[in-house]
C-alpha cells in the first residue's frame, strides 16, 4: 500500500481554519500543514536537508501589472528555484501553476 504524505505550507491561518472547520481537515500522520511564509520554509527545509518528492507551488499574485496572477515573482527567483532543486533532488518534481492575466473591457 501506497504512504502519501502531504506538507502543506499557507501564510493565511485563516485557510487553515476554514479547512477545518467546514472541509473537516485533519492533521494526522499523513498531513501536516504549516503556517508561515511559503519562500521561508523552502529556505529552511533546504538548509536542514529536508526531502520531498514533490513540490507543488500554488500561490497567487493579485497584482494587475504583473503578466501572470500566480506565482509571484519572488518565487521564481533563482536561488528559489535552487533550493527547491535541494529539496526534490533529481528524481522530484515541480508543479507549477500559472494563470495568464486577462484584460477585460465592459
Not at 503556517?35 to 499574485?61: C, M, P, S, W, Y
Request: a negative charge.
Amino acid at each position: 500500500m501506497c504512504q502519501i504524505r502531504v506538507t502543506a505550507v499557507d501564510i493565511d491561518p485563516t485557510i487553515l481554519e476554514v479547512a477545518t472547520e467546514y472541509f473537516d481537515l485533519v492533521q494526522d500522520e499523513r498531513l501536516e500543514v504549516y503556517i508561515r511564509d511559503g519562500l521561508h520554509f523552502i529556505k529552511q527545509a533546504a538548509e536542514k536537508g529536508t526531502t520531498f518528492q514533490a513540490v507543488l507551488f500554488d500561490v497567487d499574485n493579485k497584482s494587475p501589472s504583473s503578466a501572470i496572477s500566480c506565482p509571484p515573482a519572488q518565487f521564481l527567483e533563482e536561488d528559489l528555484l535552487r533550493q527547491v532543486k535541494t529539496l526534490i533532488g533529481d528524481q522530484g518534481t515541480v508543479k507549477l501553476g500559472a494563470v495568464p492575466q486577462q484584460q477585460c473591457c465592459v
